[in-house]
């Protein structure tokens, strides 16, 4: 467990050292010139700085325009909203030139409160571009949310609880009335009960729950995404990395068949030779594969 600790740990510095800081936004390179930034962007009314997300918008866009949700990782404990951009930048750079926004969010680590906080910041973060909708030019009825690992599961957890109306993942006074038309998952975990660290309460997922799997399961359950799979959940792209060896692959293909035997149109792809991150899921195929999904289901 102690190497998966440091492996998570690796991974945030190296993601933040790829990137060059400035006053402004650091990856605003990434989007195509003339790009609307609306940077920083509190969305609860409060001094939280994990209460931010920053709205990428299409230079010249007329009228509304779908909106993708960017869900980073990091183990539920560290990165940012710039971490996966990163080295994704081909991709998001894309989703913006084909004239959808996107919103990248910040939310609470694992370390600063347990779960749900997580889902309940996503959750209002998704509120606040729908209630700001008219001022930020989005479509409110074309949205779809996609993450990256711990985001992954994130993103996931979002799309698929949204129909139920979980309570507790809602904070007071949230409008709910949006809906998802699609999820891309990167590489996510979807049954916290089937991870190696499931016994060691010291693992990132059980710092997300307060506890360890094993011992809780009733809260591993309670934030596992395959716990709300039903057949109404939206079409799911699922991205995950051949030679992963911090979130296995098999919880991706778990998550699929869950899908599957729900009706839900979904599909797996498996980047061969690909570790847990990194700019190979930015290469042309995985991109062109994300791209057809978009377009699809938000056109």
């Known amino acids: 467990m102690k190497k998966r600790l440091v492996q998570f740990f690796f991974l945030i510095l190296l993601v933040l050292s790829t990137q060059v800081f400035s006053q402004t936004n650091p990856v605003i390179d990434a989007f195509p010139k003339g790009t609307i930034l609306h940077g920083n962007v509190n969305y609860n009314n409060d001094s939280l700085p994990k209460h931010l997300l920053d709205i990428y918008l299409p230079a010249n866009a007329k009228g509304k325009v779908p909106l993708v949700i960017l869900v980073h990782g990091g183990g539920w404990l560290g990165n940012d909203k710039y971490a996966d951009i990163g080295y994704m930048k081909k991709t998001v750079g894309e989703i913006v030139s084909n004239g959808f926004a996107l919103a990248s969010i910040d939310y609470r680590f694992s370390t600063q409160a347990v779960f749900p906080a997580q889902i309940l910041d996503c959750n209002r973060a998704v509120s606040f571009l729908f209630d700001n909708a008219d001022k930020y030019h989005l479509d409110t009825k074309r949205i779809a949310v996609m993450g990256f690992s711990a985001g992954g599961h994130l993103a996931s957890l979002m799309g698929l609880s949204k129909n139920d109306n979980i309570e507790i993942f809602f904070m007071p006074g949230s409008n709910k009335s949006?809906?998802?038309?699609?999820?891309?998952?990167?590489?996510?975990?979807?049954?916290?009960?089937?991870?190696?660290?499931?016994?060691?309460?010291?693992?990132?997922?059980?710092?997300?729950?307060?506890?360890?799997?094993?011992?809780?399961?009733?809260?591993?359950?309670?934030?596992?995404?395959?716990?709300?799979?039903?057949?109404?959940?939206?079409?799911?792209?699922?991205?995950h990395g051949e030679k992963d060896d911090i979130v296995s692959n098999k919880q991706s293909q778990l998550l699929s068949s869950w899908l599957k035997l729900a009706g839900v149109q979904n599909e797996l792809v498996i980047v061969k030779d690909a570790p847990h991150f990194g700019v190979m899921f930015d290469a042309d195929e995985v991109r062109n594969k994300v791209m057809s999904f978009l377009k699809k289901q938000l056109n």
């Open 178 to 239: 949006f809906t998802f038309k699609a999820v891309v998952d990167f590489y996510g975990p979807a049954e916290l009960l089937l991870f190696p660290g499931n016994n060691d309460p010291k693992s990132p997922e059980s710092l997300l729950i307060g506890a360890a799997p094993l011992m809780r399961p009733d809260l591993a359950k309670a934030a596992s995404p395959v716990t709300y799979v039903d057949k109404n959940d939206p079409p799911f792209l699922i991205i």
